[in-house]
């Protein structure tokens, strides 16, 4: 009889590592999703859920082209707590319903890049959790490298989500991701045989 995948959702805040550690999980074998892609998706035009922003937010977060723009839309939204929260339950449905379809048919390890896992209490859904931590330094400094958003709208996105301090608490594994990618490499790879073992326990 087919096992049912074993779920691990990965977290941790902005640019501590959560891909960097997916990938690593990836090419040791197991099957990978990211929220964050499938929530990018959902926004094309022509989908229920670009529809339900488009109405619910307007022109504001519309492109001349009528995209939507995400850092138009993240400007409502980091801003406005009842704004993000209606921006939620439209995407968040979508997304976890898209997860569900994908896994249905999968078998043996999935590990899922989950930003708000346990914000959204997906924690429930995993068999298995990992945070992924840095220190607020190097977060900074890799957004400063790698988007376009400014120090002050990362600092109002990290204020959106739980302190990284209870993630780190409330998961079964944690990452460092603050020095060296090998260092990182062989935390990540302690934490996946441990996970092969809890799975092949499970029968």
């Excluded at 998706?41 to 922003?53: C, D, E, P």
């Excluded at 608490?169 to 996946?192: C, H, M, P, Q, Y």
Aim: a positive charge; charged letters at 35%.
């Amino acid at each position: 009889m087919k096992r049912k995948c074993f779920v691990v959702g990965i977290t941790g805040g902005f640019h501590t590592g959560k891909s960097t550690v997916l990938g690593f999980f990836k090419k040791w074998g197991a099957y990978t999703l990211s929220c964050d892609e499938i929530a990018r998706r959902s926004l094309a035009k022509g989908t229920r859920t670009y529809r339900a922003i488009a109405r619910r937010f307007g022109e504001s977060v519309l492109t001349k082209s009528r995209a939507i723009d995400r850092r138009k839309l993240a400007g409502v939204i980091f801003g406005n707590r009842k704004e993000r929260i209606k921006l939620e339950r439209i995407i968040h449905p979508y997304v976890f319903r898209e997860i569900r379809r994908r896994l249905k048919k999968r078998c043996g390890i999935a590990a899922i890049e989950v930003p708000l896992l346990f914000e959204t209490g997906f924690e429930k859904r995993c068999d298995s959790t990992v945070s992924v931590f840095c220190g607020r330094g190097k977060q900074i400094k890799r957004v400063s490298r790698g988007d376009s958003f400014s120090k002050d709208e990362l600092k109002r996105r990290i204020r959106h989500q739980i302190p990284l301090s209870e993630k780190l608490r409330l998961s079964d594994f944690v990452i460092d991701n603050g020095k060296t990618l090998a260092r990182t490499r062989r935390e990540a790879r302690k934490v996946w045989l441990k996970i092969k073992e809890n799975y092949n326990k499970r029968g």
